[in-house]
């Protein structure tokens, strides 16, 4: 099972910042944090991941808070091409390595 | 760089009959991992790669074989198929613990 808990939807409007959260209460010390996104039915498409500290790119800000247990994906400045589904996902660790297993993530829908 | 192409982007199978779906990645990546997706669902994950040599079993792996003879090249072979296995195929490649880059998928239908 997926380690994850997300709300299954949201809503946002165009142009504000988009808020995703994600519960990982039983993350473990040396768990990273990923965030995905699938528009429609393309691909799956890597956003950031971090492990303790807050990180940014050119996509997404990623915020997780000092215990490790949720965190939260910033989407600054929304458009509507940014309606997806988007994962928040622990990596979870398995005896040959460390397999990803995605969960049902929330449906960000971002209205004009 | 190609990224991880899948190959073939559509295909039809009649019950019972066997095909590979291809996947190729030409960024070294270790890791590569198999999901399907059926419509309205999230992705499940059917098998998973370490490395050359080495594959693990996901969450649904059953009626699915895999193979890592290359680093680069990661087939997925459906041994009888069936009408529960439609469903789209999405293949994925990562290396050490960055995020993992996916194929455009191969719709399989099998009526």
């Known amino acids: 099972d997926a380690k994850t808990t997300q709300p299954p939807s949201m809503d946002c409007a165009e142009g504000r910042a988009a808020n995703l959260p994600c519960n990982h209460s039983?993350?473990?010390?040396?768990?990273?944090v990923y965030w995905y996104r699938q528009i429609h039915s393309q691909g799956p498409q890597y956003i950031i991941h971090g492990l303790k500290n807050n990180e940014t790119n050119e996509m997404a800000s990623l915020i997780i808070t000092e215990d490790r247990k949720s965190s939260t994906l910033i989407l600054p400045h929304a458009t509507l091409r940014d309606t997806a589904v988007y994962y928040c996902i622990v990596r979870v660790a398995d005896t040959g390595g460390f397999k990803t297993i995605f969960g049902a993530g929330t449906r960000l829908f971002v209205k004009a | 760089n190609a990224g991880v192409t899948q190959t073939p982007k559509f295909q039809v199978l009649k019950t019972g009959q066997s095909m590979t779906l291809q996947c190729a990645q030409d960024?070294?990546?270790?890791?590569m991992s198999w999901y399907r997706q059926d419509p309205g669902m999230g992705l499940r994950l059917i098998h998973y790669s370490v490395g050359a040599g080495i594959t693990d079993q996901g969450e649904v792996p059953n009626g699915y074989n895999v193979s890592r003879s290359t680093t680069e090249d990661f087939p997925l072979r459906l041994l009888s198929a069936a009408p529960s296995q439609t469903s789209v195929y999405f293949c994925?490649?990562?290396?050490?613990?960055?995020?993992?880059?996916f194929g455009s998928g191969t719709r399989l239908t099998v009526v």
């Open positions: 994925a490649s990562r290396r050490q613990t960055y995020g993992y880059t």
């Open positions: 039983t993350i473990s010390g040396n768990e990273y």
């Open positions: 960024m070294n990546h270790e890791y």
